[in-house]
């Protein structure tokens, strides 16, 4: 299992400039444009001036801890600096702040910046917000598996235990399937241990073998780092076999999606589902007392950071009732 860095979460869990100022004196948006609602990292930075001094800054961010990390760190760099100093505040400067982003985090500094200065740009000018254009290249935001994915045929086409889910075989094919396209071992970017991966394939593969999987450069490549609190929210969900032990396909996809919330973008691509609601039903078949937990159909990712969040007592909302809240379509999706 990885860890944030102290740095990052200490800044990540730096709630002191994390709200919507009243009455601001600029508004900078990232990812919060018509159509991007929820699609995207998204990020509001507001600021209040008293001359050219910038006498406080606050911001909302919907994305992982680092991107938490980053706007709580540019927040500080921009505080109390006059708009020409702070105006000249980039990414390389959160960065040495948070002592180092991942290379595959770097852009959660650059969203940073890009809000803080379009604040900065609606400050200097009329007090209008302003929508800043910033797409991580490392979002994705359609499936990145498909039913003539090569692995995902060759564990579908494998003959299934007797009575086994066809629905669950689906999840576990997809998960396999977008693991196996990336630079890291298969287990590790799940979430799971080499053990953990041969249950998986005994039980719903047992024809296809861990070696499905194997790539020489695979074992030095490490993946994103993940939440270990969201992992705990999650494990107290699995449900228990009438013996007592945890249900082991459930306690696996528990770790599994632990582990790719840390991924950009949507959960159910990062977990290589056809479409959005294969992630609820997943959640629904294995998970269900989480289900029922999410009982206004937030989006995942969003709910479990939230439950971290509430669990600490920091303040991720700008509203204390999601019903009253502008940003609603941002946690909620329609379909």
């Not at 705990?232 to 945890?246: D, K």
Request: net charge negative; charged share 20%.
């Amino acid at each position: 299992m990885l860890l944030y860095t102290d740095t990052i979460r200490r800044w990540a869990t730096d709630y002191r400039r994390c709200r919507d100022l009243t009455d601001p004196h600029g508004t900078g948006e990232v990812g919060m444009a018509h159509g991007e609602e929820g699609t995207r990292i998204a990020v509001r930075f507001t600021v209040h001036l008293q001359g050219a001094l910038i006498t406080d800054v606050g911001y909302q961010v919907f994305g992982c801890g680092y991107s938490m990390a980053a706007c709580a760190a540019a927040a500080e760099l921009a505080c109390n600096k006059n708009l020409p100093s702070a105006m000249a505040i980039d990414a390389s400067q959160v960065d040495a702040l948070l002592d180092g982003l991942p290379p595959e985090r770097s852009y959660c500094a650059d969203l940073a910046v890009e809000a803080l200065q379009a604040a900065l740009a609606s400050a200097s000018g009329d007090a209008q917000t302003v929508q800043a254009a910033y797409h991580p290249a490392e979002e994705e935001h359609g499936p990145r598996v498909h039913a003539d994915h090569p692995v995902y045929r060759a564990l579908m086409d494998s003959t299934p235990v007797e009575g086994s889910s066809e629905e669950n075989r689906h999840l576990f094919a997809c998960l396999l399937s977008v693991a196996a396209d990336e630079p890291y071992d298969t287990a590790a970017a799940l979430g799971l241990s080499a053990d953990d991966l041969k249950v998986l394939l005994e039980t719903w593969f047992p024809e296809c073998s861990p070696g499905l999987f194997s790539q020489a450069d695979r074992s030095e490549q490490v993946p994103p780092e993940y939440n270990d609190e969201v992992l705990q929210i999650l494990l107290t969900h699995v449900p228990r076999e009438a013996n007592g032990t945890l249900q082991t396909s459930s306690l696996l996809l528990a770790r599994i999606i632990a582990a790719r919330t840390a991924y950009p973008g949507h959960l159910w691509v990062a977990m290589g589902l056809f479409e959005r609601p294969q992630l609820s039903a997943s959640i629904r078949r294995l998970l269900p007392s989480l289900a029922a937990a999410n009982n206004q159909n937030m989006r995942w990712k969003r709910y479990l950071f939230k439950q971290v969040c509430d669990l600490n007592g920091g303040m991720m909302c700008k509203s204390p009732n999601c019903g009253d809240c502008s940003d609603y379509a941002i946690c909620f999706p329609e379909d």
